[in-house]
């Protein structure tokens, strides 16, 4: 947990219009179904990395409203008395369900689904929308820039470049999920155990008479964890004579250096000279951290031209992925419930991409038994179940000439149980773990699907059910049913 803020007044207006509204018109309590989604992925990518649940848990567990906020709302002269009690003796009481964080998940497929009381089940929506979206934005921003450096780690130094604090650290969370190996935020690691990394700045060697000088009093603080930044005044003339220097000092004391920084310059041509430099003098050991506005796709072309690059520390493209910094999820109406029995509903758009996929629903994942890879995604409604000892029939819901028969696979539903009445019943995993559990989930992702350019599309399925309940419903909408 990162802070104690009372954020429950984090709302869009809205939430509180309708409330009251819902309230004064008696339906308040009626049972509503919201799915939160996305619609695109990011970067023109196949699929996203899932996170921000674990924030979206704690808001939910703290969600009350103190004395302040409720003079507050009584202050704008909108709201009823009734409402006003009702937000003092608040106790959420909804269900949640949501995938998993570190799980790809593909366009339309609920990551958060709410049942509930519609007055409870509105309001939250604007904390699951901004927990998930930013997280989910920067995990996949920081697993692209991770799959670009090919195994070499990679580092997060975005925190002065992030929007807010609040950026900085969540994101320095996200980036972690997305395979990042550690971070320059050192709150992040006081408040998640993200491995805090850093040395020093073009300050410190500015500071001393010379280069050297600086060199030497960094090394004699910290001789087995000594990496120089070389590139304060020229990388080839200084830095790295200078580096080199220090580090066979180091080594006749008994320590080894740990490594030279690059952070400006044609860095594929730098660190190619100063590896065979280094290794010249016997320092094959010491790595070579490159650094200054990476991306992927700079990140990509550096190892296309052969950079001789140990790791990458990578900042302001990471923490707010300026290519492409809006995740679209949006929160919307599935269905209610009237008299015990469930209504879908669906929301319509002159915009194909726009219109709902209706009701109560499952997501499955299809795994091929003998390869392991992910071959689909199935939205079942709610009460449906894939029998995967059978075989199963997909088909692309836009190009429904496209079908495909599965056989010998396994069928695993994404959405796990997270609250229940209100009550958390999901004991959230260590972030090791959630990063362990994306990486291997990763795993099962055709490489096809994960290329940067033209991925291959992946199934996104309904079934027939559903398929046939939505067509049904925009039937009925067509003649104003």
């Not at 604090?165 to 971070?183: E, K, M, N, S």
């Not at 997270?418 to 992702?445: D, H, M, R, S």
């Not at 350019?453 to 049913?481: F, H, I, T």
Request: charged fraction near 25%; hydrophobic fraction near 40%.
């Amino acid at each position: 947990m990162l802070d104690n803020r009372q954020l429950s007044m984090l709302v869009d207006f809205y939430e509180l219009t309708m409330g009251n509204g819902f309230l004064q018109n008696g339906c308040g309590e009626e049972i509503a179904y919201f799915d939160m989604f996305y619609r695109k992925a990011p970067d023109g990518a196949a699929y996203a990395i899932a996170a921000g649940l674990e924030q979206v848990i704690e808001y939910l567990k703290k969600l009350h409203f103190t004395e302040e906020d409720i003079a507050y709302l009584r202050g704008k002269k909108l709201f009823s008395e009734g409402f006003l009690d009702y937000l003092r003796d608040f106790k959420f009481a909804c269900d949640v369900w949501a995938i998993p964080e570190g799980t790809p998940v593909f366009p339309h497929e609920p990551l958060v689904t709410v049942r509930g009381p519609v007055m409870q089940a509105q309001l939250i929506e604007t904390m699951v929308l901004l927990s998930v979206n930013h997280q989910s934005l920067i995990a996949t921003k920081a697993n692209r820039i991770v799959t670009a450096a090919q195994g070499r780690p990679v580092m997060e130094f975005g925190s002065r470049r992030a929007q807010g604090y609040d950026g900085a650290v969540l994101g320095a969370r996200a980036a972690y999920i997305g395979g990042v190996a550690g971070t320059a935020c050192a709150i992040a690691d006081e408040a998640f155990g993200i491995p805090a990394l850093g040395t020093m700045a073009h300050s410190w060697v500015q500071l001393y008479d010379t280069e050297l000088d600086a060199f030497r009093a960094y090394a004699k603080v910290y001789p087995d964890d000594c990496t120089l930044l070389i590139d304060t005044y020229s990388v080839l003339n200084s830095g790295l004579p200078n580096a080199i220097t220090v580090f066979k000092e180091l080594e006749a004391a008994g320590h080894k250096g740990r490594g030279v920084r690059i952070d400006s310059g044609d860095i594929a041509y730098l660190s190619k000279m100063c590896r065979k430099k280094l290794d010249e003098a016997g320092l094959e050991y010491v790595g070579i951290v490159a650094s200054n506005s990476l991306d992927e796709y700079i990140i990509r072309d550096l190892i296309m031209q052969g950079a001789q690059i140990t790791s990458f520390g990578v900042g302001e493209r990471l923490v707010t992925s300026k290519s492409e910094p809006v995740f679209g999820g949006v929160y919307k109406l599935a269905a209610v419930e009237k008299d015990g029995r469930l209504i879908p509903k669906i929301k319509l758009s002159e915009n194909a991409v726009k219109i709902t996929e209706p009701s109560w629903k499952q997501v499955w994942r299809l795994y091929d038994n003998e390869t392991g890879k992910a071959m689909a995604d199935v939205l079942t409604l709610h009460d449906e179940i894939i029998d995967d000892t059978q075989p199963y029939e997909i088909f692309d819901p836009i190009h429904t000439y496209k079908r495909k028969t599965l056989t010998n696979f396994t069928a695993r539903i994404l959405q796990v149980p997270v609250f229940k009445a209100g009550e958390c019943v999901y004991e959230t995993p260590t972030l090791p773990e959630i990063q362990a559990y994306c990486k291997a989930q990763l795993e099962t992702i055709w490489e096809e699907t994960r290329r940067f350019e033209n991925p291959q599309e992946y199934y996104v399925d309904l079934s027939p059910e559903l398929w046939e309940l939505k067509q049904r419903m925009l039937r009925m909408a067509s003649r104003g049913m």
